[in-house]
């Protein structure tokens, strides 16, 4: 994987097949199977899309996180809150407190209410939101998935953080390397039902069926729920029940830090390889004390910068979500929206021992 630079950050149109494939596996059924299907079942898109329409002034916007306390959502739902002052909107965050299937529900509900211009959500189940999205949309409420998506017809635009396919994908190639190919390893995951890293396991999974991992099994996927807690206790118990284990990937920023954290004060230090998605800012003292070497992430700040725009571009009547259209997203420039409403905003950064501290979030 490369270091991301300015020019990564475009959204990719070639990443269309790996999405796909990743809309494939998240789909539910009744999801519609074409964007042309898709497209009328989106409520209040059917108007045409006017590239060159301002953008409206007074816009409110929800951001819908998997759960509050999550220090990467804060970070993605603030920027996203500061971009809107930008434009002249306004912007708010609430959700709740836990990223269960359906603690989302009541939220959206109430910000159907309130009448908001655009719904932002990074969705904790790919369907159990789906019937009250729909709503919104039919009262013509935009409604932008980030970091983790609904089914495709429940939402007009995914905002991905990057490639589903080069994050699973690399991860564990990344792994394979610190390990030298050879080994038991094991996934520890955020909750089951998460879209986002359900989609990063998967190709995962695909990746380890390549010959040059056959060698590497994978033992166990463990789910942490994204609870700080709970993902300390799966790190124990997973290193309990396989003590040669040999490596953990936790493609999740609460499950790194807490499994980090209880590597650092056991045994285990330097003996397992931990890699996986965390904050420079979480992980920075368990790169310093030698825990762990390297992980990745892109940058949460900008993710939510993106969203905002492109829900400021959906309300304003400048894209539908059609796949080709493209909008400028502020400071970060012209984005495309690819196939199925996604638009990505880049590559994701290595962080290690050399890099990390010019990284502050
Ligand atoms: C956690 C959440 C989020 C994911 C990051 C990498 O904060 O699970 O959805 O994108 O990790």
């Given at each position: 994987?490369?270091?991301?630079?300015?020019?990564?950050?475009?959204?990719?149109?070639?990443?269309?097949?790996?999405?796909?494939?990743?809309?494939?596996?998240?789909?539910?059924?009744?999801?519609?199977?074409?964007?042309?299907?898709?497209?009328?079942?989106?409520?209040?898109?059917?108007?045409?899309?006017?590239?060159?329409?301002?953008?409206?002034?007074?816009?409110?916007?929800?951001?819908?996180?998997?759960?509050?306390?999550?220090?990467?959502?804060?970070?993605?739902?603030?920027?996203?809150?500061?971009?809107?002052?930008?434009?002249?909107?306004?912007?708010?965050?609430?959700?709740?407190?836990?990223?269960?299937?359906?603690?989302?529900?009541?939220?959206?509900?109430?910000l159907i209410q309130q009448r908001q211009d655009a719904i932002l959500v990074a969705a904790n189940d790919p369907n159990a939101v789906c019937g009250p999205l729909k709503q919104a949309m039919k009262k013509d409420i935009k409604v932008v998935a980030y970091d983790?998506?609904?089914?495709?017809?429940?939402?007009?635009?995914?905002?991905?953080?990057?490639?589903?396919?080069?994050?699973?994908?690399?991860?564990?190639?990344?792994?394979?390397?610190?390990?030298?190919?050879?080994?038991?390893?094991?996934?520890?995951?955020?909750?089951?039902?998460?879209?986002?890293?359900?989609?990063?396991?998967?190709?995962?999974?695909?990746?380890?069926?390549?010959?040059?991992?056959?060698?590497?099994?994978?033992?166990?996927?463990?789910?942490?729920?994204?609870?700080?807690?709970?993902?300390?206790?799966?790190?124990?118990?997973?290193?309990?029940?396989?003590?040669?284990?040999?490596?953990?990937?936790?493609?999740?920023?609460?499950?790194?830090?807490?499994?980090?954290?209880?590597?650092?004060?056991?045994?285990?230090?330097?003996?397992?390889?931990?890699?996986?998605?965390?904050?420079?800012?979480?992980?920075?003292?368990?790169?310093?004390?030698?825990?762990?070497?390297?992980?990745?992430?892109?940058?949460?700040?900008?993710?939510?910068?993106?969203?905002?725009?492109?829900?400021?571009?959906?309300?304003?009547?400048?894209?539908?979500?059609?796949?080709?259209?493209?909008?400028?997203?502020?400071?970060?420039?012209?984005?495309?929206?690819?196939?199925?409403?996604?638009?990505?905003?880049?590559?994701?950064?290595?962080?290690?021992?050399?890099?990390?501290?010019?990284?502050?979030?």
């Amino acid at each position: 994987m490369m270091l991301r630079n300015a020019a990564g950050r475009r959204a990719v149109a070639s990443a269309a097949a790996a999405v796909s494939l990743a809309l494939a596996l998240t789909a539910c059924s009744g999801t519609t199977k074409d964007s042309e299907e898709s497209g009328s079942a989106k409520a209040g898109s059917s108007a045409k899309a006017d590239p060159d329409a301002p953008l409206k002034k007074g816009l409110k916007l929800a951001f819908l996180p998997k759960q509050i306390n999550n220090p990467y959502e804060k970070l993605i739902d603030e920027a996203g809150i500061a971009a809107a002052k930008e434009y002249g909107g306004t912007g708010k965050e609430v959700g709740p407190s836990d990223a269960s299937a359906s603690s989302q529900v009541s939220y959206i509900n109430t910000l159907i209410q309130q009448r908001q211009d655009a719904i932002l959500v990074a969705a904790n189940d790919p369907n159990a939101v789906c019937g009250p999205l729909k709503q919104a949309m039919k009262k013509d409420i935009k409604v932008v998935a980030y970091d983790s998506d609904t089914a495709k017809d429940c939402r007009q635009l995914f905002i991905n953080q990057a490639g589903s396919e080069e994050i699973g994908r690399s991860l564990v190639q990344h792994l394979g390397e610190q390990i030298g190919y050879k080994g038991k390893v094991a996934i520890l995951s955020a909750t089951q039902n998460a879209t986002n890293q359900n989609t990063w396991i998967e190709y995962m999974k695909q990746e380890l069926k390549l010959p040059k991992y056959k060698d590497m099994e994978l033992v166990k996927v463990a789910y942490g729920d994204d609870a700080d807690q709970k993902s300390f206790q799966q790190t124990q118990g997973l290193m309990q029940a396989y003590p040669d284990l040999k490596g953990i990937i936790s493609p999740t920023t609460v499950g790194i830090a807490a499994a980090a954290r209880y590597l650092s004060d056991s045994s285990y230090k330097g003996k397992v390889v931990l890699n996986g998605l965390g904050t420079p800012n979480q992980m920075r003292k368990y790169i310093k004390n030698g825990t762990l070497e390297q992980f990745s992430l892109w940058n949460p700040e900008e993710l939510g910068y993106l969203g905002s725009y492109a829900a400021a571009a959906l309300a304003s009547g400048q894209i539908t979500g059609a796949e080709g259209e493209k909008f400028k997203a502020g400071k970060l420039g012209e984005y495309t929206i690819g196939k199925d409403g996604e638009v990505i905003l880049g590559e994701p950064t290595v962080f290690d021992a050399k890099n990390i501290d010019s990284f502050d979030f």
